[in-house]
């Protein structure tokens, strides 16, 4: 097969998926090596974004899929007159921060590190499919434990897990930081699904404000500061 003939086979079994084609399903269905697939789907990818089309080609971990640009959802929600998806709350933003990092996690450590009760924002997640369960622990009452989906990849613009910023190191401290995060978690609950479709990105300063703000939580829990004396410390600083 030679390789423009590749090239519109890959094209043609993503458009017809509808959904993400693992990378070593198009290298058995086509008897090609791997290296040649993600070549070919690279200069796919390429040759959309270059020329501006209305589909675009996004990688997630090991998977392919084809997907509208971001920058014509307004016409596109228009064309179809549908809703915006519900916003995620700044609880759920949260769990699924700390999922993102941790997992596989359970949803008692979420519980541990936000200091509240999750489980219904574990379900919701889990229902918008941005989470998903992974097995259980191998420890007494065998806890559910829980990972992020491809859904999630998609949504925030990730290809991988690897693309999260790092966690800073965090000074407890330091309470203007927390002040910080405050204002990026409220500009994420704006851009966050419904501004866009799949593959419009968060910017790596947000997920990393977010991250950080997930530390000094751990931070505060191991010096055992109750979240009421940690919320009031932060609203005595000076503006």
Do not use: H, W
């Not at 519109?8 to 697939?37: H, N, Q, W, Y």
Request: charged content about 30%; hydrophobic content about 35%.
């Amino acid at each position: 097969m030679e390789l423009k003939e590749v090239e519109s086979a890959i094209e043609g079994i993503l458009f017809a998926a509808g959904e993400p084609v693992g990378v070593e399903r198009l290298c058995m269905t086509l008897e090609i090596d791997k290296a040649t697939a993600d070549a070919v789907c690279q200069r796919l990818a390429d040759r959309y974004s270059y020329e501006r089309r209305g589909i675009r080609l996004v990688k997630l971990e090991n998977c392919y899929q084809l997907c509208s640009a971001p920058e014509y959802a307004d016409y596109i929600r228009k064309a179809f007159e549908s809703r915006k998806p519900a916003r995620l709350s700044q609880p759920a933003l949260e769990v699924l921060a700390i999922i993102a990092y941790y997992q596989p996690t359970t949803k008692a450590y979420v519980d541990q590190i936000r200091g509240v009760d999750s489980s219904y924002t574990v379900g919701l997640l889990t229902e918008r499919e941005l989470i998903e369960e992974c097995g259980r622990m191998a420890v007494p009452g065998r806890p559910i434990l829980y990972r992020t989906t491809q859904n999630f990849l998609r949504s925030f613009g990730l290809s991988g897990l690897e693309d999260l910023p790092e966690l800073p190191n965090a000074s407890a401290e330091d309470e203007q930081l927390t002040l910080d995060m405050e204002s990026s978690i409220a500009r994420l609950q704006e851009m966050e699904m419904g501004e866009g479709l799949p593959g419009e990105a968060f910017s790596d300063e947000e997920l990393e404000a977010a991250a950080l703000e997930l530390a000094q939580q751990e931070e505060r829990e191991e010096s055992g500061e109750p979240a009421a004396i940690a919320a009031s410390n932060r609203e005595e600083l000076p503006e």
